[in-house]
């Protein structure tokens, strides 16, 4: 039997059209299995709190569960990277933070690039960082501390959670808009940074609020500022650096991120869950207890953010001559 040319046009249409009502139909069922969110840093680290603190709120609203898996290297390229490579379904998420840009940047060679291949989903936390030294520094402001540091040139500790951080990368960005030399001293991580600071092996610290604030309200860390553009209520005495150093500015920030050529609906339907989340009196309270406060940001607005933050600090990468180790 000879089909006529008007039948055969519409059952080629109708076949083409299968795949794209598949795609439809499992776009709505998503998620239909548990979603997999990968973090660059060890268990324990404020990445991985935060990481598992959104994923059980997800999980609650998208009805599956959130595996958080760490995968820690690299600065956190060996998680970025797996994600870059997962298929772009809306299963396999990243945790996105300051450092995975940082490290992207860093490294050589890596077969990414963090603004092309990695689809930004929303914004979860933002903090600030503050600028403190051990006690045995003669300074209590930051004017004083640059004309001592300009008076000991190259004297100075500055200790960071490693080669990259968001730590290390707020320390070079005011050597670079104050002209002060000091002597960058990586640590594996945060918390043993802290410790060599209140031991006085190291001099100064920029670091995230959480892990020094009682070391600085005990009186065994003296704080000079805070790194955002705001002064801080927990803290409201504290000037910021921005008050003495014009321009100044360094935040920490996490979000989540797909695959690239994820379906705009899962993105969509993925950051209509964070925002949801994050309106959560309870969650907001948790993120204050990190040292951070809630970040909802569309799609389009943490994408910017990813490429703002990727300009600024490339330009300080390159003024101090960071490489990954």
């Known amino acids: ?9 519409h059952l080629t249409a109708g076949a083409l059209a299968l795949p794209a ?42 009805g599956q569960q959130i595996v958080v898996e760490d995968r820690p290297g690299a600065g956190g ?20 933070a300051n450092p995975n840009v940082n ?30 030294v051990n006690p045995s520094v003669p300074a209590r402001s930051v004017p004083e501390f640059i004309a001592y540091a300009k008076a000991n040139p ?19 960005l005011f050597k670079m808009l104050t002209g002060v030399n000091m002597l960058h001293v990586p640590y594996h991580g945060d918390a043993p940074a802290v410790a060599d600071l209140l031991g006085g092996q190291v001099q100064v610290l920029f670091d995230q609020l959480i892990l020094s604030v009682e070391h600085i309200r005990a009186g065994k860390l003296r704080a000079l500022a805070v790194t955002s553009a705001q002064r801080l209520s927990a803290l409201p005495e504290l000037p910021t650096v921005a008050e003495f150093v014009p321009g100044y500015e360094a935040v920490a920030w996490q979000g989540i991120g797909a695959p690239k050529d994820t379906p705009p609906h899962i993105v969509a339907k993925l950051n209509a869950a964070i925002a949801d989340a994050l309106a959560d009196p309870k969650i907001s309270a948790r993120l204050a207890d990190l040292g951070g406060n809630p970040m909802p940001l569309a799609p389009g607005a943490f994408g910017k953010l990813i490429a703002d933050e990727t300009e600024k600090w490339a330009k300080v990468i390159k003024f101090a001559d960071i490489r990954a180790g």
């Open 21 to 62: 009502i598949s795609r439809a139909a499992r776009a709505q069922n998503y998620p239909a299995r548990p979603i997999h969110m990968l973090v660059g840093y060890p268990a324990g680290g404020t990445a991985d709190i935060i990481a598992r603190l959104i994923g059980q709120a997800l999980a609650e609203r998208l």
């Open 103 to 132: 490290a992207a940047m860093i490294t050589a060679n890596v077969p990414f690039r963090m603004t092309r291949d990695i689809a930004p989903v929303g914004g979860v936390s933002i903090s600030p960082l503050v600028m403190e």
């Open 77 to 96: 390229n060996l998680a970025t990277e797996a994600v870059v490579r997962a298929a772009p379904d809306g299963y396999t998420l990243l945790l996105l």
């Open 154 to 172: 190259g004297k100075i500790n500055m200790a960071s959670g490693g080669t990259g951080s968001t730590p290390h990368l707020a320390g070079e």
């Open 1 to 9: 039997m000879r089909l006529r040319r008007r039948e055969f046009l």
